[in-house]
């Protein structure tokens, strides 16, 4: 991987902590994932690209969940396939829970979808 691409994927990770912490804060963001959010990201999910979620994975969500998935600042990650669906694990990356920023309109529904397919494979039991 370039330096160049290396920076470009950091900025962007970056981007997305502070419009998450933003959107918290303002009370605004995705909001729940609608009926039509979730047949798209479950369309995505159908092609996810594992290498794709793992890249992903390592920009935007490993700051808070761990480059393992042990957890800190979010949730340990590991049996995530055991205690959510697929459904309603596209629905907490889309709209976030907690102190999780929502990443729905700041991920493609692509991206969404590989990430969770990467967690799930990687952390949890699929």
Request: positive net charge; proline residues 3%.
């Given at each position: 991987m370039s330096q160049c691409s290396d920076v470009?994927?950091?900025?962007?990770?970056?981007?997305?902590?502070?419009?998450g912490a933003a959107f918290g804060v303002a009370g605004c963001g995705a909001g729940d994932a609608s009926e039509a959010d979730l047949a798209r990201l479950?369309?995505?999910?159908?092609?996810a690209d594992v290498g794709l979620g793992s890249e992903v994975?390592?920009?935007?969500?490993?700051?808070?969940?761990?480059?393992?998935?042990?957890?800190?600042?979010?949730?340990?990650l590991e049996g995530v396939s055991e205690?959510?669906?697929?459904s309603d694990?596209?629905?907490?990356?889309?709209?976030?829970?907690?102190?999780?920023?929502?990443?729905g309109g700041l991920l493609t529904?692509?991206?969404?979808?590989?990430v969770v397919a990467y967690q799930r494979s990687t952390f949890g039991s699929d």
């Open positions: 470009k994927r950091r900025a962007r990770a970056a981007l997305a902590l502070v419009l479950q369309d995505a999910y159908a092609q994975f390592a920009d935007s969500c490993s700051v808070c969940h761990g480059s393992d998935g042990s957890g800190g600042v979010g949730a340990a205690r959510l669906s697929v694990h596209l629905s907490v990356v889309w709209s976030g829970r907690g102190t999780m920023p929502p990443f529904d692509a991206e969404i979808a590989s």
